[in-house]
């Protein structure tokens, strides 16, 4: 799994029921990234490290 964690523009917080993690971000599976974004495909296929 990937976590994407955006850019912060304030105070932002949020309470994940996945982890305790409470900066906004989403848990994410790196097939379901590659399946539907051309440029997250290019990256991971770029040999870039997880």
């Given at each position: 799994?990937?976590?994407l964690v955006p850019q912060?523009?304030?105070e932002e917080t949020c309470n994940?029921?996945?982890c305790q993690?409470?900066?906004p971000h989403v848990h994410a599976h790196?097939?379901?990234l590659l399946s539907s974004c051309d440029?997250?495909?290019a990256l991971?296929?770029?040999g870039m490290q997880d």
């Open positions: 799994d990937i976590i912060m523009t304030g994940c029921i996945v993690d409470q900066v790196k097939t379901i440029y997250l495909r991971f296929q770029s």
